[in-house]
């Protein structure tokens, strides 16, 4: 792999980590930290459940967690090309993603919804949604479509994760 010089990497991917996905994860910080009953009524269709002291500790704590989301993405994935940063930044993006949907898959089970995206409703839209493309598309850059356009260093450079 080279050393990533003068250039940029490919659209879709610095619109999603510069601008999508750090709005969306301040939007659900907010959600998460000062409207958690709602947020959960999103993601887990029907609950009720009362927002408890326990509870509300762990919203403001995914509230952390996507804010730690819109710093990689809006800022530091911003100061560098640097092909190991970006990597690095976005595998951990990508556990932080399937830990969220296998949460997602938890809850959603023990309250019988089931996991299935309903395309007919908006509320999976905004829980699916986010989650998967984001997803997919850290897959693709992983695998190297990282639509970089630009000068390259000198060969030979491993990139370890």
Same mark, same amino acid.
């Given at each position: 792999?080279?050393?990533?010089?003068?250039?940029?990497?490919?659209?879709?991917?610095?619109?999603?980590?510069?601008?999508l996905?750090?709005?969306?994860?301040?939007?659900?910080?907010?959600?998460?930290?000062?409207?958690?009953?709602?947020?959960?009524?999103?993601?887990?269709?029907?609950?009720?459940?009362?927002?408890?002291?326990?509870?509300?500790?762990?919203?403001?704590?995914?509230?952390?967690?996507?804010?730690?989301?819109t710093?990689?993405?809006?800022?530091?994935?911003?100061?560098?090309?640097?092909?190991?940063?970006?990597?690095?930044?976005?595998?951990?993006? !990508? =556990?932080?993603? *399937?830990?969220?949907l296998? /949460?997602l898959?938890?809850?959603?089970?023990? @309250? #019988?919804?089931?996991?299935?995206?309903?395309?007919?409703?908006?509320?999976?839209?905004?829980?699916?949604?986010?989650?998967?493309?984001? !997803? =997919?598309?850290? *897959?693709?850059?992983?695998a /190297?479509?990282?639509?970089?356009?630009?000068? @390259? #260093?000198?060969?030979?450079?491993?990139?370890?994760?």
């Amino acid at each position: 792999m080279a050393t990533r010089t003068k250039g940029q990497y490919g659209l879709i991917y610095r619109l999603l980590f510069f601008y999508l996905e750090p709005i969306s994860a301040l939007g659900g910080s907010y959600l998460t930290h000062f409207t958690p009953q709602k947020y959960f009524s999103i993601v887990i269709p029907g609950n009720t459940d009362p927002i408890l002291t326990n509870t509300q500790l762990l919203s403001t704590n995914l509230a952390s967690s996507y804010i730690h989301f819109t710093i990689i993405e809006a800022v530091l994935l911003r100061t560098t090309n640097d092909i190991k940063v970006w990597r690095a930044a976005i595998f951990a993006m !990508l =556990v932080n993603d *399937l830990i969220h949907l296998y /949460g997602l898959y938890v809850a959603r089970e023990k @309250e #019988g919804v089931g996991f299935m995206w309903d395309f007919g409703r908006m509320e999976d839209w905004e829980t699916f949604g986010p989650s998967y493309l984001p !997803l =997919v598309l850290r *897959l693709c850059f992983l695998a /190297g479509w990282d639509g970089w356009q630009g000068e @390259e #260093g000198e060969r030979g450079v491993k990139v370890k994760l």
